[in-house]
């Protein structure tokens, strides 16, 4: 069975520009999750899609953060204008609906400069 | 108020030198305790998850135990390829994303 896929691994980008993150969850999971890890922490809810719609997004930052999940599979999270303390790896996680055992992905190191 | 606290923060242990990882949580009506296992660069990864007070559950050389106010992750003898982050988590309220703790750190040398 094929992971979570998150693309890219790695980005560096400056301060102010917008970045963009992709997430391909596991087949037949309809609950995607997109996570925040600041370096030393554990990882932070950022928002939690069903299907296509929001369950949960109390914990983003929807000033300069967004996120969609338009068909209900792929989602991409977007930050625009970058700050420099949104340096951490985003991580994205998908389970079965009504499930906590949530699997995630390799995740995205954003390093703002 | 963190739901999820774990000590230490870090440990260091020689290999074979068994050792335990805590877990305090303070939610009411816990619907279950998560382990995951975090190696650097990657995600994190599911160990175990707990249910109900005097649980236990085992894997290789871990065991996961639970009681009403605390987890405990027991390590036994472990090895060199057990070092990595271990993560602590509980659902958030009324949903089923998880808060998860910081961490403890472990490094286990030959």
């Known amino acids: 069975e094929a992971g979570v896929a998150q693309s890219p691994r790695y980005k560096i980008i400056e301060k102010r520009q917008s970045v963009a993150f992709w997430c391909n969850p596991i087949?037949?999971?309809?609950?995607l999750y997109w996570y925040q890890q600041i370096l030393g922490q554990g990882p932070k809810l950022l928002i939690q899609?069903?299907?296509?719609?929001?369950?949960?997004d109390s914990q983003l930052p929807k000033d300069r953060f967004s996120a969609e999940r338009l068909k209900g599979v792929d989602s991409t999270l977007k930050i625009q204008p970058a700050k420099l303390e949104d340096s951490a790896v985003y991580l994205c996680?998908?389970?079965?609906?009504?499930?906590?055992?949530?699997?995630f992905g390799q995740g995205t190191r954003l390093t703002v400069v | 108020e963190d739901q999820v606290t774990q000590s230490p923060e870090a440990l260091r242990l020689q290999e074979g030198e068994s050792s335990s990882l805590n877990c305090s949580y303070t939610?009411?009506?816990?619907?279950?305790l998560f382990w995951y296992r975090q190696d650097p660069g990657k995600g994190p990864e599911f160990l175990f998850t707990?249910?109900?007070a005097g649980e236990e559950k085992e894997k290789e050389r871990l065991k996961a135990t639970l009681t009403k106010k605390e987890s405990f992750l027991h390590i036994t003898a472990p090895k060199p390829e057990d070092s990595a982050t271990y993560l602590c988590?509980?659902?958030?309220?009324?949903?089923?994303?998880?808060?998860f703790g910081k961490g403890t750190s472990l490094l286990v040398t030959p």
């Open positions: 996680a998908s389970s079965y609906t009504g499930s906590t055992e949530a699997f």
């Open positions: 087949s037949g999971h309809a609950t």
């Open positions: 899609f069903q299907n296509n719609g929001v369950v949960d």
């Open positions: 939610v009411s009506g816990l619907r279950g």
């Open positions: 707990l249910y109900s």
């Open positions: 988590a509980v659902p958030v309220d009324s949903g089923y994303a998880l808060n």
